[in-house]
């Protein structure tokens, strides 16, 4: 019974690998050794429909191995399945086992009650996310625009807010001055604008940057500007909507494009929507006036301070994203937030927590941007999109027409669990292999990669300051499939915790070139080499868990990565290098390029090989 076997990873398993468009069969085989008559079923399920759990008989086609093409055919979503072994023994009775997901993914494990078994995803998706040319190569870089560059002639901060502090000088560590409750009552800021933006853009393109996510420059109270106050206006301490369209203009002429960061879940208390504290207007907004066209975006427990708040924070009430004429507000045909700043040239959005935007939201901005030529739409999604639960409610993030990527905050942790050797590689690279299973194809190359954003600990301190560590992180973020994305100051080496911390202004004097090198290096050799940016994906390892490498290959080119993480030399054998998928390259290539590399510790190796004469 032990020799029960099914992995779908292995295409002798189950083919194709992965997602699978509706309507598209698939082919199962499992490996079921008995010297017992013996029965196999294959039992799915498609989650939300009324068809309910099926069982069917799978063909014996050879002495122990079973088949069944299964065509889905229950529309988009996500199916669930597993096996069920019935062995009938000589007195009559029979034995009844299940085989289903492990937890890990590619290889299960036999269970003895099917209220035990674990099912396996089978993604469907509706469409293809075929994401603009620009997009699937670009090297990205993420800018916090306080935080980057002041354009001002004399270093002069533009409109400074009430209420606020301003740094003595750019080297500063940022810091919060905060009440008794802990709410910010002094927000900071350093005085970055779009100025300094269009001026660094020679900085930018040397680095080999070709597109921008900027955070929030909207209207807002905060310095980070997720508070927003006004979609429609530029925030003044940014600039003016003039200095945004000569930003665009010129980064656009430099071949870099740009997304901005979309904040639609919740608004600011002090913005026009809400209007706490009476800044524009005495009977503006839906806190100050229960007739204003606002206050049904909100959510009153008790009028007018007790309201539905983000995450429970009074500053920031949240919206109801059902409510139409929100909706209309944000992506409505003409004179909405996305028409406005779509229309200007824009080329695309990121959006903010899409966990708490409805299906319907995300769709109806999803919708918008068809209308436009070459746009993306990326997510804010922590963890698996495929199968995220919100709410209660099961998203729809990856079956087609809602968003085209997410951002791939999963890889920052697997980077960094090689580099500080804190988890098995097999495990690493079987959650790796999980993501592109449950992702559709298209979905999972437009990932955008990042080792470091606003949100997460700057990756330097979290490699306890390592420069080497970080020089092999830039290169496993670069080797993976998916848009590799530069947190501002990274490449410069930043150091920093959590927020504040991780918000420092970029050391423009104090530039580590060894760290910028390493970074420019790999931002070159993406833009060079294909199989990077379209590559089959290959993760591979060494069982005593010392090296870790990534193979890319297409047609046309082969790009290897290897990476000795221990303080012992390594000599390269491909028999001692293992993997939870299948290799379909080719081995004699492998051999070339890899056989007996000698890796002393902490050495990297990288390598490519044309095939195109």
Known sequence: MAHIYYNSWLERYKFPFGAVKEGKRVDFWISVPSELETTVFFVVRKEGSTVGKISFPMNQVEEDRYHYQYKVDQGSGLYFYYFKIVHFCPDGSKRTLFYGFDGQGGEGKI????????????TCFEKA????????EAVFYQIFPDR????NPHGEISSPKKNSFIYATEEDEPMYIRNKEQEVVRWDFFGGNLKGITQKIPYLQDLGITALYLNPIFEACSNHRYDTNDYFA????????????????????????VILDGVFSHVGRNSRYFNQAGLYGEDVGAARNPESPYYPWFKFK????????WWGVADLPEVNKDDKSFQEFIYGDVESVLAKWTTLGIDGWRLDVADELTDEFIGGIRKHLLGYQDKILIGEVWEDASNKIAYDQRRKYVFGDHLQ????YPLRQQIMDILNQTRSFEKICQEMIRYQE????????NQLNNIGTHDTERILTMLEGSVDKLAHAWGLLFMMPGIPCVYYGDEAGLTGGKDPENRKFF?????????????????????????????EFFPVYSLENDVFGIIRYDAEEYTIYLLNVSDQPHKIRIEELASPRQYRGDYAILEELIEGIELVPQQEYFTTKSLID
């Open 111 to 122: 269970a003895h009650q099917e209220s035990e078994v674990g099912s396996y995803q089978l």
């Open 129 to 136: 996310e075929i994401a603009p040319s620009w997009y699937r």
């Open 148 to 151: 980057f560059a002041n354009g």
């Open 234 to 257: 530029i925030d003044p301490v940014l600039g003016s909507e003039e200095d945004f369209v000569e930003m665009l203009t010129a980064l656009h002429e430099a071949g870099i494009s």
């Open 302 to 309: 008790k009028y007018p301070s007790d309201y539905e708040a």
């Open 405 to 408: 990527s997410v951002m791939n």
């Open 438 to 445: 449950n992702y559709p194809e298209d979905f999972y190359y």
């Open 507 to 535: 050391p423009w004097n104090k530039i580590n070139q060894s760290i910028y090198t390493s970074c420019q290096t790999w931002t070159y050799r993406r833009k060079k080499h294909g199989s990077m940016k379209y590559g």
